[in-house]
């Protein structure tokens, strides 16, 4: 099963909007990261945050993480048509061999209209 | 820096049929992964190599899927027998540090695989 739950499923905004994205897990975490997917392409990491911080800003994105409630907001500032993807959290667990293995959530498609 | 290369980009394959996809990571990372990522979902780890050695392939349908990774660079993935759920977007990605951590996972372009 899928560690991470975004909300909402899809959104819809104009441009020059901000959009807020949310994603809850279900267990402890070493560090969330945040992903963006264009169609019909891969994924490239937009930022992480570590379980000790409560939020981390790059450009226009703002990120916040609540350990206590097991959540993270992504918000993205000013939107652009070109922020026009599929956005998805995932989480780093603790691991007990070498591994970095990330758990990804189900994304939220975020269109922004011109 | 070059990124992480896949080939092919689409396959469309019959139920029954072969499949084998191709990963050239980025030079010099030391782990690898294979994601399956089924339309309308996240990606779903199946295999993480570091270097050359399995970490974790507890995701992995071992009965048609297989993978190695030959001298700790490029890796194949194979199906055989492909079955129609296995339509999705096969994902590699790699990352520079062999150690759990921090460090960003790069991914490629992904292959789009159809089984009919």
Known sequence: SQQGEEDPQALSIQEGENATMNCSYKTSINNLQWYRQNSGRGLVHLILIRSNEREKHSGRLRVTLDTSKKSSSLLITASRAADTASYFCATLGFSNNAGNMLTFGGGTRLMVKP | ?116
Not at chain 2, 6 to 34: D, M
Not at chain 2, 44 to 71: C, M, T, W, Y
Not at chain 2, 91 to 103: F, H, I, N, T
Request: a positive charge; aromatic letters at 10%; charged letters at 20%.
């Open chain 2, 1 to 116: 820096e070059a990124g992480v290369a896949q080939s092919p980009r689409y396959k469309i394959i019959e139920k029954r049929q072969s499949v084998a996809f191709w990963c050239n990571p980025i030079s010099g990372h030391a782990t690898l992964y294979w994601y399956q990522q089924i339309l309308g979902q996240g990606p779903k780890l199946l295999i993480q190599f570091q270097n050359n050695g399995v970490v974790d392939d507890s995701q992995l349908p071992k009965d048609r899927f297989s993978a190695e990774r030959l001298k700790g660079v490029d890796s194949t993935l194979k199906i055989q027998p492909a079955k129609l759920e296995d339509s999705a977007v096969y994902l590699c990605a790699s990352s520079p540090r062999a150690k759990g951590g921090e460090d960003t996972q790069y991914f490629g372009p992904g292959t789009r695989l159809t089984v009919l």
